[in-house]
């Protein structure tokens, strides 16, 4: 008994302590707050906005609740994330494999790029972007059309809008694309195991993904058209563009900021997991008889993804993190709309910076939880 | 016996939480706020982070403008000088809760006035120092002549957190007409985007359109339009739950608005304490007791009046003779065909 409570004693103690000192702060503040008659709730959500956004993936004005501006907030900063990650993935792996190269120009480029965007604070490149785009791009009226078809102006990227006909079956001839490979990879490597063949996996894979979506068009009744974007006079010098799709400029300029220098930080894992791998593994493979490409496909990168995953990880929630900047160059993420114009409006710090925080936290917590569910798919399995 | 033991410490206790009553009522007297403002040596006012005439800072730190003036008077009145203020800049987002959380006591910050602000979130508004409204800014070349010129798709620049982000909606909805609105943090950043092109309009406080013109890299290209959409009656606030220091700031105000109506100004004050009308020499504290209800001196208004001055000289010194709005419009004196009526000090 004794011996029980030596061990559980300091952490009970210390669970205490913790609990107290939660329960101070929270005392505390509910006092401040009674004394200077702020009322604690959360009903506003449900409350009008009656404030506009700039730019939303979901029906919204200012009609709507502050829930839905929450939302709105949210999708914004989910999709800064998601862009920003592709580009920084494709781009760090470049640049990461580039700094391996054997030549020379190719690998004091990587190394420059590297040294020169991860040692400028973000905040500021993001800026750059900004207003550097801002006053180097056409106004409307004088843009030059790229491909005939995109128009990038100081207000923004327009390109044309796809109106489809019965998108849902293209839709499906997709996922019945992604099933057949997932089929086929699984027999391919059935069929190695126990014939020692191989299928060209890749090549069918790809063949498959654009042949049966293609026929949908062919035979499934599925038709797409484009609406272009048209310029239109508003004013003697205003001019916008109609129809087609608009993506600010504030959008553009943020998820390249991030991009660019978040690439650096994950070519840098890239290098250290590649370099990680000892020469004896390389040279064995190639001992073997396993052509450059199939060492790095079959030995280099599966042991080398396991240094990769987890550094990777820190940043894309970085990333993730860093996309709040957005404030500052009026990009309506999550902290604008919501821990900005939505506090201002209701007064309701407390409420609303905590739902926030939460938010960031459930944000980092999912991709954290994805990565590390990667990173165990890829680990040695014992056989 | 023991009845009557019972009853005597009743009565007893009953004294002493009378007692304990009026004591409270006493110390509320004195006010928190004004008690540590004095234990301090300096009023805490929070202003904008720059916004020539209402509250900016020049290069050596020292800040100027009607708003930054609210503060100097307070700080004359209940310090005895007006120089003894310590200024925090804060943006449009941060002001209230820097205010409720009791960073600093007195927020003149070109506030609007509106209902929800006073009365939902902890917050005092004390009376008004400037009636302003909402208006737009064009580019001179764009033939936007009314707001009526405005057409479908317009992009507006404005600053984050505002009641023009409100004003905006209400007035475009009204209008039938779909707008962008690109909203940023800061004015400077707004005013760069405006002037880079990327709104067709830039839309806040006619005040804040003037004063920040000048910012622009061509000032003389770019037109406010004559159409005001809103009321923006701006004002300094306090904290809710201190009626002493709340009538404080507001009484400092009033002062200055109630000198010159009379006439007296910081050139004059002294001499106007021999004055014929009442009025004035209660002004300037040769009658009365009128500083005592706040717990302060009897020339608390002489001290406003001597070192800030009254609102006219205010108001000349930062927004007319900095050329920003040079007529004075609404806020004129009643008297003279303005809107600045306040209640009389006596």
């Known amino acids: 008994m004794n011996f029980k409570l030596k061990n559980i004693g300091p952490q009970l103690i210390t669970l205490i ?90 690998e004091r480029s990587a190394a420059f790029y590297v040294e020169f965007f991860r040692n400028i604070p973000l905040l500021l490149q993001i800026f750059f972007w900004y207003f550097a785009a801002l006053r180097a791009l056409p106004l409307p009226q004088d843009a030059e059309p790229m491909f005939g078809v995109f ?17 849902n079956i293209f ?113 064995a493979a190639a001992s073997i008889g396993l052509t450059p490409n199939q060492i790095l496909k079959l030995v280099i990168m599966p042991q080398a993804l396991r240094i990769i ?75 | 016996m023991f009845k009557l033991i019972k009853q005597v410490t009743s009565f007893v206790a009953m004294l002493a939480v009378l007692f ?42 020292n800040w100027t403008g009607v708003d930054v003036d609210v503060c100097r008077a307070v700080a004359a009145a209940v310090l005895g000088d007006a120089n003894k203020v310590k200024f925090t800049p804060l943006s449009a987002k941060e002001r209230f809760t820097a205010l409720t959380s009791g960073e600093i006591d007195i927020l003149s910050r070109n506030t609007t006035w509106t209902l929800s602000r006073d009365a939902d979130i902890g917050l005092t508004f004390v009376g008004v120092n400037f009636y302003d409204g909402q208006g737009f800014m064009v580019r001179k070349n764009s033939g936007y ?21 409100l004003n905006m909606r209400d007035f475009f909805n009204s209008k039938g007409i779909s707008y962008e609105p690109v909203t940023f943090e800061k004015a400077d950043e707004v005013v760069a985007a405006y002037d880079a092109g990327r709104c067709d309009t830039y839309t806040t406080d006619k005040s804040g359109l003037a004063a920040q013109r000048i910012k622009l890299s061509s000032p003389d290209d770019h037109i406010v339009l004559p159409e005001t959409i809103s009321k923006e009656p ?33 050139a004059n004050a002294d001499s106007m304490k021999t004055s014929d009308n009442p009025a004035v020499k209660r002004l300037v504290g040769a009658e009365g007791e009128l500083g005592a209800a706040f717990g302060l001196d009897n020339e608390w208004s002489l001290r406003i009046i001597k070192q800030v001055g009254n609102y006219g000289e205010s108001y000349k010194r930062n927004i007319a003779d900095t050329g920003i709005l040079p007529d ?9 065909g303005g809107i600045l009526y306040v209640p009389p000090a006596r």
């Open chain 1, 17 to 106: 302590a913790v609990v107290l000192v939660f329960g101070f702060f929270t005392f505390n503040a509910q006092t401040n707050m009674e004394n200077r008659g702020i009322e604690f709730g959360f009903g506003f959500l449900t409350q009008e906005s009656s404030f506009d956004v700039q730019f939303s993936l979901i029906e919204y004005d200012g009609s709507h609740s502050y829930a839905r501006a929450y939302l709105v907030g949210l999708l914004n900063t989910l999709l800064v994330a998601f862009i920003g990650i592709i580009i920084s993935t494709i781009l760090g792996v470049i640049i990461g494999i580039a700094r391996l190269s054997t030549n020379y120009l190719i």
């Open chain 1, 151 to 167: 128009f990038l102006t100081i207000k923004g990227l327009f390109v044309p809008s796809f109106i489809w006909n019965n998108l």
């Open chain 1, 171 to 283: 839709l499906y001839s997709l996922i019945a694309a992604i099933i057949s490979i997932v089929l086929i990879r699984n027999y391919a490597i059935k069929l190695q195991e126990n014939e020692g063949k191989q299928l060209p996996v890749f090549s069918i894979s790809v063949s498959l993904f654009i042949i049966l979506p293609l026929l949908t068009f062919l035979i499934g009744g599925v038709s797409l058209n484009f609406s272009l974007p048209v310029l239109e006079q508003m004013s003697n010098t205003s001019f916008k563009y109609k129809g087609g799709l608009g993506i600010p400029p504030e959008l553009i300029a943020l998820t390249l900021a991030l991009g660019l220098y978040t690439a650096t930080f994950i070519a840098e894992c890239v290098r250290a997991g590649i370099q990680g791998i000892s020469k004896g593994q390389k040279e």
């Open chain 1, 309 to 383: 995953i987890p550094p990777t990880t820190n940043q894309y929630l970085n990333l993730t993190k860093n996309s709040s900047l957005a404030a500052a160059i009026a990009y309506p993420d999550l902290v604008l709309i919501f821990a900005g114009t939505a506090l201002m409006q209701t007064g309701r710090a407390i409420e609303i910076v905590s739902i926030t925080m939460l938010t960031y936290l459930s944000i980092s917590l999912s991709i954290s939880f994805l990565m590390n569910w990667y990173n165990k798919s890829i680990a040695i399995k014992e056989k």
């Open chain 2, 20 to 61: 304990a009553f009026s004591t409270e009522t006493m110390a509320a007297k004195k006010s928190k706020t004004l008690k540590n403002t004095q234990k301090k040596g300096f009023v805490r006012c929070g202003v904008s982070q720059g916004l020539p005439g209402f509250s900016n800072a020049d290069a050596s730190g």
């Open chain 2, 145 to 165: 002549s009314s707001v009526n010129d405005f057409k479908d798709g317009i992009s507006a620049c404005t600053n984050l957190g505002t009641t023009t982000e």
């Open chain 2, 234 to 266: 701006l004002g300094p606030v306090v904290r809710q739950g201190d009626s002493v220091w709340e009538d404080i700031v507001r009484w400092s105000l009033n002062v200055m608005i109630e000198a010159e109506e009379y006439g007296v100004d910081s």
């Open chain 2, 328 to 336: 004075r419009g609404p806020n004129e004196l009643w008297t003279k």
